[in-house]
């Protein structure tokens, strides 16, 4: 990793020299996507469909018999597509490249994340069709800056939230180093939120509701829904689920370590209870680390995908390769045999309560790169939880987006985020390995 290093550091030195200070512009005067099945994320897919953009916003969005093009657009051709809201990953690592052992690589990632590391990863799913993502568990000050660069149009990169670092009792001992801080105090956390607040972040995760006193979960999500900032529950047990839901907690991170099937009947029963009271319990189930560890230690073939490394250096491109190979070698994710058998039952049966399951990749974690996470979460959802296409896709865009806080219907006066994949992807989500046009606020990517 030595050589990595240096590779690096040349690219950090090169990147803040001889880049361009924004991204091109896009074009001037309307833009108009036409003949694809343009699926707005609610109701039928509108055949032989038509979507116009104006800056970064939707002008119309309809039928080609009914919607007119306006005089002198530009003209994208989608015959043959299926035209779609941008995707969106609540729960992703940016600053990491899924390195397959990351304790060797995040001490030289880290520092060059902002400038090198996270610029090819945005662009990596920005590539993939992902074109919001929200950062969780990433270092603070790194992640607001490029949310900054990327708002400055001077880095290309989906619209980008970032959730403070992940609070917790218990864990790492590095303050914020690696986007967690271990406190000793309700004192102490509070004071880091507000510390977070006045830098900006968007969002706030606090890990294993269950090692907080009652009072003091309240008290963070008290003063996080004060100054306007949703509070997710980053899960280690099952035991977590019914007191950061009493709490007031927005959403729920993964399923946490417990292997049964089944969960205990007071966290469903904490579920039904919010859903009756007419609030909306958001879940990122975050299959795709469990789903991949099982289908790629049998044949990591998805691993040597070209996309995976495009616009890498040769140098990490190759240590990454390495680091996959023997697949063995990766560093697999606690109790991956037990957990991946009951992940699917476990889905299943917190949307039966009425949990509404979003779509978090927890990309950058090992073997699970950016420019196939999300993927592979949705691929996860229809073959291990058991949702249709259309329920997967619902996930990762339009639920995806209402749990960050964002509306993500393609509909006049919204946000141009839109993608186009080739063929029906609302019947087989694996053609969203098929992404051919990305608009990101209005700006084509792709």
């Not at 070209?306 to 250096?313: H, M």
Request: net charge negative; with cysteine; charged share 15%.
């Amino acid at each position: 990793m030595r050589g990595i290093a240096w590779l690096l550091a040349g690219c950090l030195w090169c990147w803040s020299v001889l880049a361009p200070a924004a991204s091109p512009v896009g074009p001037v005067g309307p833009v108009a996507l036409v003949g694809g099945t343009v699926w707005t994320g609610e109701g039928a897919p509108i055949p032989n469909g038509v979507v116009i953009i104006e800056g970064d916003t939707l002008l119309a969005v309809g039928p080609m018999a009914t919607t007119p093009v306006p005089e002198g657009a530009q003209i994208v051709s989608t015959e043959g597509m299926s035209v779609l809201p941008g995707l969106v990953d609540v729960a992703v690592q940016s600053w990491r490249l899924g390195h397959g052992d990351p304790a060797k690589a995040d001490p030289i990632l880290r520092p060059l994340a902002a400038r090198v590391v996270m610029p090819w990863t945005l662009g990596a799913q920005l590539a993939a069709g992902v074109t919001t993502v929200r950062e969780v568990g990433s270092p603070a000050a790194t992640a607001l800056e490029l949310r900054r660069r990327v708002a400055e149009k001077r880095v290309p990169g989906p619209r980008l939230l970032v959730a403070a670092p992940v609070l917790e009792r218990q864990g790492h001992p590095e303050a914020d180093a690696t986007g967690r801080r271990t406190v000793q105090s309700i004192t102490e956390a509070t004071a880091a939120m507000r510390q977070w607040l006045d830098e900006g972040v968007d969002a706030f995760v606090v890990a294993a509701p269950e090692e907080w006193a009652p009072e003091e979960l309240q008290a963070l999500v008290g003063l996080a829904h004060g100054a306007g900032r949703p509070v997710w529950a980053e899960l280690r047990w099952a035991s977590g689920v019914a007191p950061a839901l009493a709490a007031g907690m927005d959403g729920l991170l993964g399923l946490g370590l417990d292997t049964a099937p089944d969960w205990p009947p007071e966290a469903l029963a904490a579920v039904q209870a919010r859903v009756a009271a007419g609030q909306t319990v958001w879940w990122a189930p975050q299959l795709a680390p469990l789903a991949t560890w099982r289908r790629w230690s049998g044949d990591a073939e998805a691993l040597d995908s070209p996309v995976v490394f495009q616009a890498l250096p040769a140098l990490l491109a190759q240590d990454l390769r390495a680091s996959w190979t023997p697949y063995s070698t990766v560093v697999a994710p606690p109790y991956a045999q037990l957990r991946s058998q009951s992940a699917g039952a476990r889905v299943r049966a917190l949307r039966a309560a009425g949990a509404r399951v979003v779509a978090g990749s927890a990309a950058g974690q090992p073997a699970l790169p950016q420019a196939l996470a999300l993927h592979e979460e949705i691929f996860a959802l229809v073959r291990d939880a058991g949702l249709t296409p259309e329920e997967a896709l619902r996930a990762a865009t339009v639920d995806a987006a209402a749990a960050v806080g964002r509306s993500g219907v393609l509909t006049p006066g919204g946000a141009a985020d839109i993608i186009a994949v080739r063929g029906p992807v609302l019947e087989d989500v694996g053609l969203l390995r098929e992404v051919a046009v990305v608009f990101a606020a209005g700006r084509r990517m792709k």
